[in-house]
């Protein structure tokens, strides 16, 4: 059997790279061979061991709970006819595992597949075994290994079309990341008329301006919740996205600076519980949407859409990308993205 690089999370902040069996093709499925993996911020709640990360997992973690890839078909069975050999594709992962058949699939929700079959590993690995289905052509404009940060950047587009942005609205986004940063341009693509934006390192602030935000501002300052409400006008935002997590206020935040009857969506997540002023809440009427990943919506994917907005350069997500490491390196690659004075903004792992 042919062996192929795997990285295991043996224990927090500790990687083992190790050999298992690469996999092998049948008639309808693909080999993909791993040219870009991204480092998301919940591998890090892993990496650090800290947390929900406990809950949500045990160690020794194979695969590292790598998610986001792109990479190269090197071998398609015979009943595959939507790809071939030698395309370049970014993979939607939920989409691409998923049974197909149960009602969630059916409504276009993959992530939530009730029938995922048990095979279904990703990780940080050289080759991964897929269904055609969830596999996204690249063109020219994106190269390969930065076609992974689609996968993150399909989670806030996602989340925009499920509020119904139609165009015109106020959005506030929290946190400047790269989902933050995916927010805000989704936003500006779909039609917001201004966007303000918190970050808490420059180039965070740099790249916002560059994505579309009207206004940003520092997250550090004693007075952000003040000085988000002075770019808006009178009513407040009637969009708010939360990306920040950790051990943030922000859910307080958004709850803050929402016009009344006004969305919140959150995207981050917390390493423990959050308390909420549910009074301010209801007296507000404020809808809070909280978000996984992606779906599908009308005749387009979420995951379509987000790689067509990166191929047109609407939103070059591909453009985050400060630092790319090889697979070897995997262990410095997690302290470089965990440390922002470092510049980073995305590290991608390339085998």
């Known amino acids: 059997m042919t062996k192929m690089r795997s990285v295991t999370l043996v224990a927090p902040r500790r990687f083992e790279i190790v050999e298992v069996d690469k996999p092998v093709v049948d008639r309808d499925s693909v080999i993909v061979k791993i040219e870009g993996h991204g480092i998301c911020g919940s591998n890090l709640h892993f990496w650090y061991g800290g947390g929900s990360a406990n809950a949500m997992s045990c160690y020794p973690m194979p695969g590292a709970g790598g998610h986001e890839f792109a990479g190269v078909v090197v071998e398609a069975g015979e009943g595959v006819g939507a790809v071939k050999v030698g395309d370049r594709v970014a993979v939607d992962f939920f989409h691409s595992t998923s049974c197909g058949r149960c009602s969630y699939c059916m409504m276009g929700w993959t992530n ?5 079959p048990a095979h279904s590993v990703g990780g940080f690995v050289e080759y991964l075994k897929l269904s055609e289905r969830g596999l996204h052509l690249l063109p020219d404009s994106i ?7 689609a996968e993150p950047a399909a989670v806030p587009v ?6 119904g942005l139609h165009g ?8 400047s990341g790269v989902v933050g940063l995916a927010a805000i341009g989704a936003a500006k693509a779909m039609g917001a008329s201004r966007v303000v934006a918190t970050a808490k390192h420059e180039q965070q602030a740099a790249f916002a301006r560059r994505f ?9 300052d004693s007075k952000c919740v003040d000085e988000i409400r ?9 969009i708010v996205v939360e990306t920040v997590g950790g051990h943030a206020p922000t859910l307080d935040y958004a709850t803050e600076v929402v016009r009344p009857r006004g969305e919140v969506v959150v995207l981050g997540l917390w390493d423990e519980l959050v308390p909420m002023d ?11 949407r909280f978000c996984l990943t992606y779906g599908a919506h009308g005749v ?21 990308i400060t630092h790319v490491l090889p697979l070897d390196r995997i262990s410095e690659a997690f302290e470089i993205a965990a440390d922002k004075s470092s510049g980073a903004v995305k590290v991608v792992l390339s085998p």
Do not use: N
């Open 212 to 220: 579309g935000a009207d206004a940003v501002v520092r997250s550090t």
């Open 168 to 175: 015109g609205e106020q959005v506030v986004v929290l946190g």
């Open 278 to 288: 549910s009074w301010k809440a209801v007296l507000k009427d404020v809808t809070y």
């Open 158 to 163: 996602s989340a925009l079309r499920r509020v």
């Open 230 to 238: 002075a770019e808006l006008d009178g009513l407040g935002a009637d």
């Open 300 to 320: 387009k994917t979420d995951f379509a859409y987000t790689v067509e907005l990166m191929g047109s350069r609407k939103v070059p997500m591909q453009d985050l």
């Open 112 to 116: 939530q597949c009730t029938g995922r």
């Open 143 to 149: 190269e390969t290994h930065a076609a992974a940060i």
